[in-house]
């Protein structure tokens, strides 16, 4: 049986009447990290269900709207930037995205765990060799195994299924440029 999804707004608890609408498309952000997949198999829309954001069990996540608009090459997407922050410990369970996404990490050392979509990984070169600062070719994730990723490293995803989490001892700070489907939510939690 397939879990259900669950949608939602923000990924910490806050009473929805002290929240502006632009604080709501922010926080909305938290959940995108996650971001990413391989191999889709797709929820069937009589599943999705409206949840409070406590029923999600993200934790330990932040969110920044760095920018956006919906470009005109692009009819009925969006096109945002985020940064997204997971403390030590945090994590995101299984979610999805609408619409393709690169991850950055910008720091610390990230659990990523592919359940659907397609994503692709792509390593920063490495310091003293012969192509420190050339990233490595893009490898296809795999789907269902945590691969860990660190500083410099970047994923392609594509309609993405995740569940992610903090691996280290200091903040995970990813940046996230996403183009995704107009009003849709950025992120959808599936139920436990």
């Not at 996650?34 to 409070?52: G, H, I, K, N, Y």
């Amino acid at each position: 049986m397939d879990p259900a999804r669950v949608d939602t707004d923000q990924t910490t608890p806050t009473p929805a009447a002290d929240l502006s609408r632009r604080e709501v498309a922010v926080r909305l952000g938290g959940g995108a990290l996650a971001a990413l997949l391989l191999a889709s198999t797709r929820r069937p829309a009589s599943a999705v269900q409206e949840a409070s954001p406590a029923a999600t069990g993200a934790t330990g996540v932040t969110s920044q709207a760095m920018g956006g608009g919906q470009p005109e090459a692009a009819p009925g997407l969006e096109l945002t930037l985020r940064r997204i922050t997971l403390a030590p410990g945090g994590r995101i369970p299984a979610h999805s995205h609408p619409g393709a996404l690169v991850i950055f990490v910008e720091a610390g050392t990230w659990g990523y765990t592919a359940l659907g979509g397609t994503a692709v990984l792509t390593r920063a070169g490495a310091a003293g060799t012969p192509t420190a600062g050339t990233p490595a070719a893009g490898e296809a994730m795999p789907v269902g195994t945590e691969v860990i990723l660190t500083a410099g490293d970047w994923l392609f995803v594509e309609d993405p299924e995740d569940d992610v989490r903090n691996a280290g001892e200091d903040d995970v700070v990813l940046s996230i440029a996403g183009l995704t489907r107009v009003g849709e939510a950025f992120t959808s939690f599936f139920a436990p």
